[in-house]
Each structure stands twice: as C-alpha cells, then as structure tokens.
C-alpha cells in the first residue's frame, strides 16, 4: 500500500553537466581538505565535491568548500592594473608594463631618497608557495629591503617563536593520526568545529572508535568546549599560569618521565624553580581554574600512557603568546609527549598556505628555515641564486606590527601589499588609518579590487585566485598538496608569481638570478635547496605529480623516500645546540588592557564557520554569507538584562580607541563580563582592538580588552552600518 500523495513527483537532482573534475587543496583554512572541482561544458566551475580517497579529509568538506567553486563567479574582482597619483582621485587603468616600470621606479626612487629598508613588504599566508618562494627571491635578493614580513605576524608569529625557543626549529611536530592514538587531548583557545571543522572530525572519529578525555581551555563556551569531557574557562590571557601551575602539580607528585627529561631536556633546574612558585592555589586566583580542577587535569594528562596538546589563537594572539607555546611544549616534555604516537605538542594553524611562507618566503630569514643571523645560511643562499652574500642583511627587520608604527615614524615611504588586508585585520584601526595615509607610495596587490586596503593605494595590481594558478600549499601536519588550475583568472589579472617574476626584471640583480616560468620549475629549485645537511624541511622526495597521486605529501621527504616522515623528534633529538629541547622557565606578567568601571567588558573576538577572515571571499557568496551578514556581538543574557538591552537591537560599543556598532545577540557561550565579536566585518572589532604585542613575537593580544556598551538610536545605527560598509 502506497502512503501520502498519489501523484508523487520525486525530488530531481539538478544535473549540472559535469564533463570534467579537476583536483585542487582547498583555498580557504590550513586543514587542507582535498576536493575536486566540476567543470561543465563550457568550462564553467559549477561543483565541488571531496575526495574519498584523501588521507586529510576522507571525502568531507565543511561548508567552505562545498561552495568553493563560486568564488570564480563572484562579484568584486579586479580584471586590470589601476593607478592614481593622490589616494583620494579616481583609478585610471594602466596596462601591466606601465604599472611595472612606474612601481620599480617608485621603489627605486624612495629606495635612493631614504635608504633601501624606507620600502616595506607585508605578505600573506594565501600564497602558493612557489610564489612565496619567488617573493622571497625577489625581495631578499633583488629589492633588498629587510623589512619585509606577513599577516602571519597576527597569526602564527607565537607559535614559530616558541617552537624555535623550545625545540631549535620551527615546524609542528604532530600530525592528525595522533588523535587515533592519543589517550587525552587538551585543545587550549582553539574552536575546530568551525574554524578547523574537518580536524574536527577527524577527532570526533577518533572518540567515538575510542573514549579518551579531551579537556577545552577557553573563556567562551565554543562548539568545542560544548563536546568536550572538561572545560576549563580560562581568565583571558593567563594561560601561562595554568600550564606553569599543571607543571607544578606534575613535579610536585612525581608525574614527570624523569627518563626522557634527562636524556632529552635542558634546563630543568631553573624550569623546576620557577613553576615550583606556581601552586595550584596562588595560580587558581590568578587563572580562574579552580585548584582542585588544576589538579586533576594535571594528573590525567600525566598519567595517559600517551597525550596531546593543540592549540590556535586563543594561545597565540596574547601578550604572552610565544610563552604559551612555550608552556605547552614544556608540558609535553616533561611528560615524554613528544615526536610518540599520540603524544605532541600540535600548532593547528591558520590560512590554508599559513605554513608555506613560514617555510619558504624567506619573511623571517632565508629559504627552507635559514636563517639571516647564520652566515653559512646567507652564503649557501646567495651562491644558489648567484648573487653577492653581502646583499642579505645579517639580521631580520620589522615584523608587520612594527612596520606600521614605522610609517607613522616616517622610518617607512613606501609599501607594497600582498594579499592580506590591513584595514580589517590589524588592530586599532584608527591608527593604521592614518599611517596609511602618511605614504609616498602604496601598492596593493589583490584578487579583490573591492578589498578595503586598495582605498589607499597608489597602484593597484589584479592577481589571479585559487584555481586560477597551480602550485603547493602546506597544511598544519606538514602535508604538501596542490591545487590545479582549472580556470583562466579574469580580465588581466595576471598569477602573483607571473607578477613578481615581471618586477624582478626591473632591477639589476633581477637579471643575475634565474626566474623560473612555471611553478613546477620553482618547486624544482625548491627541492634542491631543501636537500641534505640533516635538514628537517626536506621535499626533495617530492614531485607536483607525486603529490598529487598520494593526495599530499608530508615534510620531511628525503630523495628515494617512498612517503614522507608522519612525526618529528621521535629520536628525541632536537636541532639546538647539544640536541636537546629546553624547558622553558617563563614568569607570568599581568600586562593587559583588563576591564575597570568605565570599560567593565572583555572584549574578546575570533571567527565563525561561514565565514573566512575579511569576507573579501565569503561576504559575497550567498550561500555562506546569509548566516551572518550583520556585525554582532555575543553577550550573556544576564548582562545584556542588567543593562537592558535585547536580541537583535543595536548598540554602540566603546574603547579607548574607537567605537563599533553591532547588533546584540545574547547567549551562554560568553561570561558575564565578557563580549564576542566575529573578526570578519570591516569598521567594527579592530576599530576597538588594542593589540598588545607580545614580545618575542611581536603579535597582537587581540583577544584582550576592555569596552563599554552604549545606547544607541536604532534607525541611526543601521544607516551607520550601511555607510561603513559593515554589512
Ligand atoms: N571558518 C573559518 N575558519 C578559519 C578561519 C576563518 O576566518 N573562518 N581562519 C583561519 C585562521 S587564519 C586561523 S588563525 C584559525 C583560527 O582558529 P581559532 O583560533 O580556533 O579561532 P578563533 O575564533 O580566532 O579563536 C579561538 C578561541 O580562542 C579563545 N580565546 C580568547 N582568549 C583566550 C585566552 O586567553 N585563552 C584561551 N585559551 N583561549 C582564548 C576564543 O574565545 C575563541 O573561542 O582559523 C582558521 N580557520
Ligand atoms: N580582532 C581580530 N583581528 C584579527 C584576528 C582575530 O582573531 N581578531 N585574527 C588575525 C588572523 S589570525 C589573521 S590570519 C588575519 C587575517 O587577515 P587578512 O590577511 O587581512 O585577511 P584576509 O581577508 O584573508 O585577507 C587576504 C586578502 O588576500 C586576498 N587574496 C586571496 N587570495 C589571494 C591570492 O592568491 N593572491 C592575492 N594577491 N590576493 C589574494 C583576499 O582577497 C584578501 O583581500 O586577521 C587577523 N585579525
Ligand atoms: S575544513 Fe578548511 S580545508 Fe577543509 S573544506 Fe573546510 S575550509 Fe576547506
Ligand atoms: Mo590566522
């Protein structure tokens, strides 16, 4: 017997025309799923689809990349070069040959005029890494400006400098099969299911094949803490407290693998010393963890015959982000947790290519983790590229925090931008403003020509996007995987490589190094400066069609490897000085801006699933930006009751530095004291941000200050948000 409608009309499956799938990484987050893009007929990208056989994914995609062919088909793309010689005049088109010869003579110019490091380049971690490779090329040995840096800086700056504090070498040194082994897990300010969601996954499989505890270290109730067996809401920037006070509780009751601290750690005395000062009971007033709560979570992760730590920004992005890192690798070392299965110390980064410019962009020093500081690594460089090793300066320059302050100082005239955008994404926007408007020259490069930042550029460059070029990215297991193209870029926008190859040839040392045409004849040169001497980041074993048929490859892969090394460090030995990690003794200072009577709120920011950074990709996808399109604020409904405010209405949010408006939306997952903003809209969290640096890194605390809610007239408020372009 037949039940419901007689005449029953199946739903139909739009049948797109498939004709072709072309095989690409992911653009957008550093976990680095594995898709396949459908093409139809005429070529058109019309589908997306994950690939079952990739080790990352295993055939999911979050949401991001499931939408991620209409990127090709979305509005705002710059189709050719634009100049103009005052910021505020119109852009007139200007073929690629005049906008090349006028922006090498404008570096030349200021270059002769103030000094070869007045010129400042602040790059990305969107970048293929052949073409961070070329940009490093171009920049350290052909431009010569030593002030040179990326987006990385508000990003995984922390993470790089306590790895090389703990371990001697960038690089994490875990992969995702750890949580298959792992016998707990501690994740501290990091949200996967929606910045990270396939890792996500990846873990909640891991649980359900195989109980172990995972433990959450985050202010916010995240969709993470909400799964997880303990969450431990952390008082915003202490965490080094809680991990100097977990390390007390280890040493104190004997926890520690006495074994593996003695043959593989330095300092241990001074590291004892120091977390001896951090009882559970002094550390639980200044953490908010309760002392008990410390405890036990110390003797769980101890006492797990294998355990892991991962972490993102909510570490990184603190006054002490570099001594967090620090902190958790000492954590694992002192438990034996490091380079076994399922015992790490795992940096979960952040753009899809975040570890690409670590590795090659030569922003932090030379090629494949040379450094500027080593003249064996300047000389090695500069005979590869041919060229005089005196060019390299013997130290590294400014990082992006300290570029900016060093334009306002008059120190910097020009500045070239790389697929980032500033103007969104720094703190304290007001400042950044006004610095930008100090320059004598500014050139951004962008896919968008919509991007906030190209309102203040003298010159404009249109660079092809994702799919529209081929080449590597590197995931945060150290997987190599890469994207096919499998469209033509619009107009006359031209790959950013293709771009840097083209300026190269303005300038006189651009003549005396080789520039390779296609980005596979650069990952050749890469291969090749990658290899031997015990290096740790080695892919000469690697080829593009290679990764491709295995779906990525991880570093390290020497020549005649069949597949690349899972871990490092599982020798136990370290590439410091004697070859052994060091414990990291670190005392906690109380330097925020922290809430007082006249800003009694937190303000704490970060990201949601839908959508990616300054939404110059995802605001302009329907799909994804219909979830979100308005700027909101996350507030407890206890707070948002005392003040008297409710769902859905506008307010006006103060700091010391400017004003945001946004609408309200209360709920559990922020304390009483505490805001959450997502990081996405232009105008609103980073015109409030401070952004304390931290001072081994020089990264932004931008999960750190304090503000105040305002009333606000609500018809005012929308008209507002219209004019700033908030939406
Ligand atoms: N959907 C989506 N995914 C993304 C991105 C995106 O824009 N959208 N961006 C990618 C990039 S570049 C990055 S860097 C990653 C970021 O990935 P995550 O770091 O996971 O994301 P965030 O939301 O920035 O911050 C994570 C958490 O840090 C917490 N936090 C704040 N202060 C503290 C503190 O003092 N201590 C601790 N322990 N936690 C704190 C916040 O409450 C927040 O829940 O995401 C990547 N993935
Ligand atoms: N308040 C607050 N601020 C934050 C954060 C936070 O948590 N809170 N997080 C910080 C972090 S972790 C990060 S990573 C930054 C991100 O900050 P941004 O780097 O400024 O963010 P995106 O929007 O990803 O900017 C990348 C730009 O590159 C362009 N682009 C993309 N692909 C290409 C390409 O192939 N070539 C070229 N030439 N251009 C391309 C995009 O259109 C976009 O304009 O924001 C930081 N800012
Ligand atoms: S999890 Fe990250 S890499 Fe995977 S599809 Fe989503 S955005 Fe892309
Ligand atoms: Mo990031």
Known sequence: MLFGRKNRKPIKIVDKQIKNWKYAVCGYCSTGCTLEVGLNNEGKPVSSRGMGSAHVNRGKLCIKGIFEHELSSSAGRGDEPLIREKTHEEFRPVGWDGALDHMALEIKRVQEKYGRDSVAIVSTGQLLTEEFYTLGKLVRGVIGTNNYDGNTTLCMASAVSGYKRSFGSDGPPGCYDDFDSTHCLIAFGSNLPEQHPIIYWRLKEALEKRKFPLIVVDPRVTMLAQFADIHLPITPGTDLVLLNALAHVILKEGLQDRGYIEA?????????????????????????????????????????????????????????????????????????????????????????????????SSCSGLPGYRMLEKPRHRREVADFWGIDEEFFPAKRGLQQTDIFPAIESGQIKALWIVATNPLTSMPNQPRIKKALQKLEFMVVQ?????????????????????????????????????????????????????????????????????????????????????????????????????????????????????????????????????????????????????????????????????????RTKTGKLGNLNKFSPTPYMEINPDAARELGISSMQYVRLVSKRGDAIVMVQPTHRVPRDMVFIPMHYHDCVNRLSLGLLDPYSRQPAFKQCAVRIEDIDQSEAAQLNVERRAF
Not at 282 to 301: L, N, Q, T
Not at 330 to 351: D, E, K, M, R, W
Not at 505 to 523: A, L, Q, Y
Not at 544 to 563: A, C, F, V, Y
């Open 446 to 614: 962008d896919i968008y020509r919509d991007c906030e930042t190209v309102d203040y550029a003298h010159l404009y460059l249109p660079a092809a996007s994702w799919g529209e070029k081929e080449g590597v990215q590197t995931n945060s297991e150290r997987r190599v995987n890469i994207v096919r193209k499998f469209i033509e870029p619009p107009g006359k926008s031209k790959p950013d490589f293709w771009i840097f190859n083209q300026l190269a040839k303005r300038f006189d040392n651009g003549k005396k190094i080789k520039f390779p045409d296609t980005t596979s004849e650069i990952f050749d040169e890469m291969k090749q400066l990658s290899k031997g001497d015990g290096r740790t980041l080695d892919i000469s074993g690697m080829s593009h069609d290679l990764i491709e048929k295995h779906k990525g490859l991880q570093w390290p892969m020497r020549e005649n490897q069949e597949t690349g090394d899972q871990r490092l460090y599982s020798d136990g030995i370290y590439p410091t000085a004697n070859g052994r990690a060091n414990l990291m003794a670190m005392h906690y200072v109380e330097n925020n801006e922290t809430p007082d009577k006249q800003f009694p709120f937190w303000l704490n920011s970060g990201r949601v699933i839908e959508h990616f950074h300054t």
């Open 264 to 360: 593989h750690c330095n300092d241990f005395e001074d590291f004892e010393k120091t977390v001896e000062q951090y009882d559970p009971a002094s550390a639980a007033k200044v953490c908010g963890i309760d002392e008990d709560m410390i405890r036990h979570v110390a003797r769980i992760y101890a006492n797990a015959p294998s355990a892991m730590s991962i972490w993102t920004m909510g570490i990184n992005q603190s006054t002490h982000g570099s001594d967090g890192v620090c902190g958790i690798n000492n954590l694992n070392l002192i438990t034996g947790n490091i380079g076994v299965a399922g015992g790490t110390s795992l940096s979960i980064t952040g753009q899809c290519n975040a570890m690409g410019t670590r590795e090659w």
